[in-house]
């Protein structure tokens, strides 16, 4: 099968190779890879900067949607022909040095990683779907919220952003975005949001507080940098920050009295280990998300940019600028 190969840790030396295939062994799922989405994650990944770290060779890629084609023993909640959604990790000690590599043609899945994917959700929907939406929905349940709360997203044009955005409103939550260009803030807007900040703003803060009412209930930060102290300092009492990740570059330093002064909590979300150390939590909360996808509260986006295999560089590049709101998903069918 045709499968892109990581040899270095840089984007531009990957290549589209045949590689060997194998059949899946106990629980473990053999899918025909329809669509890989292709995210700042990704890049992070490739480039040995994240928390799984493979070892070269390896074939990257860390979501997908497919077709099952067989399945390992043990295997009984999918079946030849049931169309998935998967995560592309080995979950487990083997974590830090393992990727199933959602950029190839086929894939083998330990069958932890896939959930079906719902009848009516588009392949557009579904490709993008689960680490984004995933991510968000934990922290905004991590972070406790309730109808009627503020809740502000960091990073609002981004794709945990927005999908923060959806769920908050379909929480119940007013839902502040602060994004850093037009562009992000009008699909902010378009995604629910009830208002808009510039985060590049020389006033962000007395802008955020003024929108808030007096301070915010829930932040939801995937950016890090400056970024996360302001949002802290505008907590009201009791208020809540969720640490998704620092897309920003900078990991920030809070100080300790803030908590204290405003009875504050920071909660760090970490998805991947939430899955390893609760699987059954995490099973629940999947079907808890879907299920508001399937009820029509919760709509994700569907537009994107698909590249072909060959295009891995390309794609990775375009991924790791995070200039752009545009989704972008790599087609195996496709050179």
């Not at 959604?85 to 830090?96: A, D, H, I, S, T």
């Not at 952003?161 to 502040?176: C, E, H, N, S």
């Not at 808890?288 to 060959?310: C, D, I, K, N, W």
Request: aromatic share 6%.
């Amino acid at each position: 099968m045709r499968a892109v190969v990581a040899r270095t840790r840089d984007p531009h030396t990957f290549a589209v190779e045949e590689v060997d295939e194998r059949e899946p062994g106990p629980h473990e799922v053999a899918v025909s890879v329809t669509l890989a989405g292709v995210s700042f994650g990704d890049v992070l990944i490739a480039t040995g900067r994240y928390q799984i770290v493979p070892e070269p060779p390896f074939v990257p890629g860390s979501e997908g949607i497919g077709v099952v084609t067989s399945v390992g023993p043990g295997v009984t909640s999918v079946a030849p022909g049931d169309k998935v959604m998967f995560y592309g990790f080995v979950p487990g000690p083997l974590r830090r040095r393992s990727t199933v590599g959602t950029f190839a043609e086929r894939a083998i899945v330990p069958c932890a990683n896939l959930v079906r994917q719902p009848a009516g959700m588009s392949d557009a929907a579904a490709v993008l779907f689960r680490t984004s939406f995933e991510t968000a929905f934990h922290a905004l349940t991590l972070g406790r919220v309730e109808p009627g709360e503020t809740v502000l997203v960091l990073g609002a044009g981004g794709a945990i952003g927005g999908a923060a955005v959806r769920l908050g409103k379909a929480l119940g939550a007013k839902v502040i975005a602060s994004a850093s260009t037009a562009a992000k803030r009008e699909a902010a807007l378009a995604a629910g949001a009830d208002h808009v900040v510039d985060s590049r703003s020389l006033r962000w803060r007395e802008e955020v507080e003024a929108l808030a009412g007096g301070g915010l209930d829930v932040v939801v930060d995937p950016v890090g940098g400056e970024a996360t102290e302001l949002a802290v300092r505008s907590l009201r009492f009791g208020g809540r920050c969720l640490v998704v990740g620092f897309a920003a570059g900078t990991v920030p330093r809070i100080p300790a009295n803030l908590l204290i002064m405003k009875a504050a909590s920071l909660v760090g979300v970490n998805l991947l280990r939430f899955n390893e150390e609760f699987p059954d939590r995490a099973r629940a909360m999947v079907e808890e998300l879907l299920v508001l996808v399937e009820q029509g509260r919760v709509s994700p986006p569907t537009a994107y940019e698909e590249f072909g295999l060959g295009d891995v560089a390309e794609v990775l590049t375009r991924a790791g600028e995070r200039g752009a709101n545009t989704r972008l998903v790599i087609n195996p069918s496709l050179p």
